[in-house]
């Protein structure tokens, strides 16, 4: 069993739509978590960084961390076309210079 | 440009052969990470350096897999005898010390047939 787990869809939604992202984890030695994007033939961009339990919001980015499930969500409000990529959950266990363990991704697409 | 950067952006290798792939990181990043991504998969850690030094390679999945980065900037991931399965996207990344953010590079596309 993998450390992280993540549906890896495909979800696909209509432009405008709420879209909630899922990860659940198994090692409770993580700390810190993040979001990241990929679009198709790029290296995976940061989207969110979160380390408490709770919600932490960015624009239309909500991240939420419930480290007593060992689970964490993005939510995406009012959703646009240019969102439409694969979206992988991270963790570490230290903060700074360590390795980060992936979920498997989500692609996500968002239909005009 | 400021960002990571990787080459060759692909490469195709023909089973037997090594092949050596180039990452430049970002200015004044003295952490430098490679993952090996496969197809519909997230990324997973190969190898960490600290400057020149490589403090953790237990992500390597064989001896087969080098890693090194003398001079503290530029990177090189080799592979010896290339396999099949060794057929993936390698990102390379770079991060300030004790930084929270790793910047990826675009990836090399690795097909070995």
């Known amino acids: 069993q993998k450390e992280v787990e993540q549906d890896p869809g495909p979800l696909s939604v209509p432009e405008g739509a709420i879209v909630s992202l899922n990860c659940t984890y198994s090692?409770?030695?993580?700390?810190?978590f993040m979001w990241y994007r990929q679009y198709s033939r790029k290296g995976p961009e940061l989207l969110m960084y979160?380390?408490?339990?709770g919600n932490k919001e960015d624009g239309r980015f909500t991240a939420q961390v419930d480290k007593s499930s060992k689970y964490i969500s993005l939510f995406i409000r009012d959703s646009q076309p240019s969102d439409s990529a694969t979206y992988l959950c991270a963790m570490v266990v230290i903060q700074g210079a360590q390795k980060l363990v992936f979920g498997q991704g989500t692609r996500l697409t968002i239909n005009p | 440009g400021a960002g990571v950067s990787q080459s060759p952006r692909y490469k195709v290798a023909k089973r037997g052969q090594d092949v050596a792939l180039r990452c430049d990181p970002i200015s004044g990043h003295v952490s430098l990470f490679w993952y090996q991504q496969a197809l519909g998969q997230g990324p997973e850690f190969l190898t960490y350096?600290?400057?020149?030094?490589?403090?953790?390679k237990s992500g390597l999945p064989s001896d087969r897999f080098f890693a090194e980065r003398p001079e503290g900037s530029v990177s090189t991931l080799k592979i010896q005898r290339t396999q099949q399965e060794d057929s993936a996207v390698y990102l390379c990344a770079s991060s300030l010390p004790g930084g929270n953010e790793q910047f990826f590079g675009p990836g090399t596309r690795l097909t070995v047939l």
């Open positions: 979160t380390y408490s339990s």
């Open positions: 350096f600290q400057n020149e030094a490589q403090l953790d």
């Open positions: 090692n409770s030695a993580f700390q810190y």
